[in-house]
């Protein structure tokens, strides 16, 4: 049928679409009254005016919104520009200090590309990225039409972001989300969710209003609860020993193993059972995640604290026995105990 639409209005015919269950009449008031005040919370937050009818949408969380976006922009062949750890929802190439290196882009990519996959700050990484970096990508992006898509702040024409309420209000459950930016954009995933899903529950959505509304100060004293935690994390494991880079902003610390220790898989299953500490391996996000891990600093303190000692000790242990193997490898077995634990 799409076929056939399509090539009825390429022959110039004006198509009644009675085809498809996708409701023509306007949504909700409820549904209305969240995307204005999502328009609303971020005209506030970024200074910019939105129009919640055409420039905004909700949704059933950011990874919903996302997959649903690839779908409704892209099409098969369409090429996708993506960082080389990202999201498990989403996977791609090349960075430094976790930026994407946009001036090592071929030209043959760049025109291939429909879309730029962006997430700042970073999961798992934490990294941030300036204003610099992301106006050389909207440059990067109007001059070659492809769509900036972020999971976070920053916004023009060509953008479209996608904000959850998992994060920042602590709802990933309930499942909500917003797009906001390009209209085209908005309009197609508007198009693709419509046959999909109908919006989520009211009450949910009032629920997701009523954070939009509350005092920024509420969001930053929770931001200062991942800040203290990241301290206090890193600070124990450096204190046993262990190379940790203090994160500028998130929930995440990204660490390194130590030199020789690469499986990041075998090294998260030997921890979680011999330790009952659970981390994400790095390759969970892209091939360029082999050797770290990632931290999730989803528990108090305390917890941190005695976890992070664990840690430091299963990092001695695997750099130890990697140490070992590479010595029994090039045939210089070490004399001793005491050489190995150096
Ligand atoms: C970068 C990124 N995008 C999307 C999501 C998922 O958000 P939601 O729960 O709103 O689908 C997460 C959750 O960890 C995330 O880190």
């Known amino acids: 049928m799409d076929e056939a639409k399509t090539r ?20 909700p008031p409820e549904a209305l009254e969240a995307l204005k005040a999502a328009t609303e919370w971020y005209g506030t937050r970024y200074g910019m005016q939105l129009d919640p009818a055409t420039e905004a949408l909700s949704l059933i969380g950011a990874q919903e919104g996302l997959a649903h976006a690839l779908m409704a922009v892209a099409d098969p062949g369409d090429g996708i520009l993506m960082t080389d750890v990202a999201y498990p929802s989403y996977f791609g190439a ?34 941030v990225a300036t204003t610099e970096f992301f106006q050389a990508a909207v440059d990067l992006c109007r001059k070659y039409g492809i769509l900036l898509i972020h999971d976070n702040p920053y916004i023009d024409l060509c953008v479209l972001e996608l904000f959850s309420f998992a994060k920042s209000y602590h709802l990933g459950g309930f499942r909500l ?20 899903d109908f919006n989520q529950y009211k009450g949910i959505m009032r629920m997701g209003v009523a954070c939009l509304k509350l005092p920024r100060e509420v969001v930053r004293r929770d931001a200062g609860v991942w800040q203290r935690r990241a301290e206090v994390m890193a600070g124990a ?13 998130g929930m995440y610390l990204w660490i390194r193993l130590p030199p020789g220790v690469d499986d990041d898989v075998a090294f998260c299953q030997h921890l979680v059972s011999y330790t009952g500490v659970a981390l994400s391996p790095g390759q969970g996000f892209g091939p360029g995640g082999r050797g770290y891990v990632r931290v999730a600093l989803v528990a108090r303190e305390e917890a941190l604290e005695e976890a992070a000692g664990r840690i430091a000790a299963a990092m001695r242990q695997a750099e130890q026995e990697a140490r070992a193997k590479a010595a029994a490898v090039s045939g210089h077995f070490p004399a001793s105990n005491a050489d190995v634990a150096a």
């Open 94 to 127: 090349g960075a430094q200090d976790f930026l994407p290196r946009l001036d090592q882009l071929g030209a043959a990519d760049l025109a291939r590309a429909r879309v730029m996959l962006l997430n700042y700050p970073n999961n798992p990484t934490s990294a």
């Open 177 to 196: 989300g917003f797009a906001l930016g390009c209209r085209e954009a908005v309009a197609s995933l508007e198009a693709l969710k419509a046959p999909i």
């Open 237 to 249: 494991l450096r204190g046993k020993g262990c190379e940790v880079q203090m994160p500028t902003a």
């Open 8 to 27: 009825a209005r390429a022959a110039g015919v004006t198509v009644v679409d009675l085809s498809i269950g996708a409701s023509d009449l306007p949504p």
